[in-house]
């Protein structure tokens, strides 16, 4: 029976021998390189390149590293897969638990530094030498490579490949209208531009039909999976054309919990549980009645980080049962931090059974249609949170040779006014830092006014503007948006103003 999970590969610790320990010290140094675990890297590789497993025991003394850095956020998968392969090559009938994967991390880790230093002894210490003979006579590379597998692709170890395939993407939104017979295309992932959208219009204008559209195209031409948000009635969450083409999976809040780890890796260590206890406490702050005092907040964190740091798949029991004993325990009145948590707890608003690379890598859309306001806002608040975190851990998206990025995820909200007034933080960070990762956020509201931001203004990081028959009376922000004046009132059904070239243009839609 295994007890190997990847998630428990992540923060668990590797070593290897005291002797193997300061060798790969010294190749650090001599290599240039600045960490640790890039050494281990090429250790354990050149003894997995061996035709045996390392038989010979060795000491535990080196300094430990977890496996997240041993390995890496992006490749720990392959690693693994590569160490339980070898275990159960070699090995008759291998108990495959986390400490038979130490073993095997720290047997390998020792061979592989040993024959490492053959190799910079033969190189005379010379590190162009040294790199020229682990590539030219050590590697043994595969004349021909595989397919890489659709982006979203669910493999043997269960854990989705989060890649996506660098090219163009374009979107055809209609026809113009002082142009009728030339189609409006746009380049979605084009060099030097956003690919987020904003569509605007009055309610029954058009702005969720053509949200729809886009989104089919930007998945059937990339496969890239689409996280959808409907804010609204939850009407789409009915839409079976939608559903079957986006490959889409249905969550009803709060009758669906959503199937997310919250506060995935929050135990790495005392930073990582640092942070994630304080975008919890602002994120749940939010959906307080009433500000918060610095006394509550300092309550929320003192309170909360001994969980953060010492559980894994935390829920909001968890965090509740937590906040109960604290306040137990220092003698607190019950004020609106017990009685929201309190609140909050009469529902499954999520439940971490998938780890975000699982459950961003699969399409969903999630309604709130019956959901109160406080959990709808905290649920969509945790879920940019970690959509958030996700993208900050992970690497960028490759580029083509023309420089288009490739789209691994989609981001929609449907009737998005009160997220966008709600001025919350993950919200702007997915907007402003995660394109490069190969994220596309598309925002559907009723009025450019919603999009007045608080520090950083979110149109400016906004590609395409689309705006449909709106009164819309926030001059700045629509002249910024659409690079002067321009009047929406009088757009007939159907008709969207946008820009080409920098230019005002009209688009029939539909």
């Given at each position: 029976m295994?007890?190997?999970?990847l ?6 610790n ?6 193997a ?17 890039r050494?281990a890297r ?6 997995l390149g ?8 060795v000491d535990a003394?080196?300094?430990?590293i ?12 392959l690693?693994v897969?590569l160490?339980?392969?070898?275990i159960?090559k ?7 638990t986390?400490?038979?994967l ?5 047997r390998?880790?020792?061979r ?8 910079w002894?033969?190189a005379r ?5 040294f790199?020229?003979?682990?590539i030219?006579?050590r ?6 490579v595989?397919?890489?597998?659709k982006?979203?692709?669910i ?5 989705p490949?989060?890649?996506g395939?660098a ?5 055809d939104?209609g026809k113009g ?14 060099v ?11 309610s029954g204008?058009g ?9 089919k ?12 948000l ?5 009407d789409?969450a ?5 559903i ?5 999976k249905?969550?009803r ?15 790495l260590?005392e ?9 919890f ?7 307080v009645q ?6 509550q907040l300092d309550n929320?964190?003192e309170a909360?980080?001994p969980?953060?740091?010492s ?7 968890h ?5 109960s004993?604290?306040y137990e325990?220092n ?30 890598s699969?399409?969903w859309?999630?309604t709130?249609?019956h ?18 975190t996700y ?36 919200l702007s960070d ?10 596309v956020?598309?925002?559907?509201s009723?009025?450019?006014d919603?999009y007045?931001?608080k520090?950083?203004d979110?149109l400016?990081?906004?590609?395409l503007?689309i ?9 700045k ?5 659409f ?13 969207f ?14």
């Amino acid at each position: 029976m295994s007890d190997i999970s990847l998630e428990n590969v992540l923060v668990s610790n590797f070593q290897t021998s005291a002797e193997a320990d300061k060798i790969t010290e010294m190749l650090k140094g001599q290599l240039g390189l600045s960490v640790r675990y890039r050494v281990a890297r090429l250790a354990i590789g050149r003894s997995l390149g061996e035709s045996s497993f390392p038989m010979q025991s060795v000491d535990a003394q080196g300094k430990t590293i977890k496996g997240d850095l041993l390995f890496g956020l992006d490749e720990y998968p392959l690693w693994v897969g590569l160490l339980i392969t070898n275990i159960k090559k070699h090995i008759q009938k291998p108990e495959l638990t986390i400490p038979t994967l130490q073993n095997a991390v720290r047997r390998h880790w020792h061979r592989g530094i040993m024959l490492l230093l053959d190799d910079w002894k033969e190189a005379r210490e010379d590190p162009r030498k040294f790199w020229e003979i682990l590539i030219h006579r050590r590697a043994m590379l595969p004349d021909t490579v595989s397919k890489p597998s659709k982006f979203g692709e669910i493999h043997h170890d269960n854990e989705p490949a989060f890649t996506g395939v660098a090219k163009a993407v374009y979107v055809d939104l209609g026809k113009g209208v002082d142009a009728p017979h030339e189609q409006f295309t746009r380049l979605v992932n084009g060099v030097g531009t956003s690919p987020h959208m904003a569509i605007m219009g009055q309610s029954g204008s058009g702005k969720t039909r053509i949200m729809k559209e886009v989104l089919k195209q930007i998945h059937n031409q990339t496969g890239a999976p689409v996280i959808l948000l409907d804010l609204g009635k939850g009407d789409l969450a009915n839409d079976t054309a939608l559903i079957d083409v986006l490959e889409a999976k249905i969550l009803r809040v709060p009758e669906d919990g959503i199937p997310l780890d919250m506060f995935y890796a929050s135990n790495l260590n005392e930073e990582v549980a640092t942070d994630t206890v304080m975008g919890f406490r602002d994120s749940f702050s939010s959906v307080v009645q009433g500000k918060l005092g610095p006394k509550q907040l300092d309550n929320l964190r003192e309170a909360l980080k001994p969980l953060f740091i010492s559980q894994e798949k935390i829920t909001l029991e968890h965090v509740r049962s937590r906040l109960s004993q604290y306040y137990e325990d220092n003698d607190l009145k019950v004020d609106s931090v017990m009685s929201t948590i309190n609140d909050l707890t009469q529902y499954t608003i999520f439940r971490p059974d998938f780890s975000p690379q699982q459950f961003f890598s699969q399409s969903w859309i999630i309604t709130f249609a019956h959901a109160h306001d406080t959990i709808k806002n905290l649920a969509v608040f945790l879920l940019m949170d970690a959509l958030n975190t996700y993208m900050k851990r992970s690497s960028e998206a490759p580029q083509d040779s023309e420089g288009h990025r490739a789209i691994r995820l989609v981001l929609a909200v449907d009737e998005a006014r009160h997220l966008l007034a709600s001025k919350h933080d993950a919200l702007s960070d997915n907007i402003r830092l995660h394109r490069s990762k190969g994220l596309v956020v598309t925002l559907a509201s009723q009025s450019p006014d919603d999009y007045d931001g608080k520090s950083d203004d979110y149109l400016e990081n906004i590609g395409l503007p689309i705006c449909f028959n709106t009164n819309a009376v926030a001059t700045k922000v629509l002249q910024n948006m659409f690079r002067g004046k321009a009047n929406f009132a009088t757009l007939p059904s159907g008709v969207f103003m946008t820009l080409k070239d920098l230019k005002q243009v009209k688009v029939k839609a539909f």
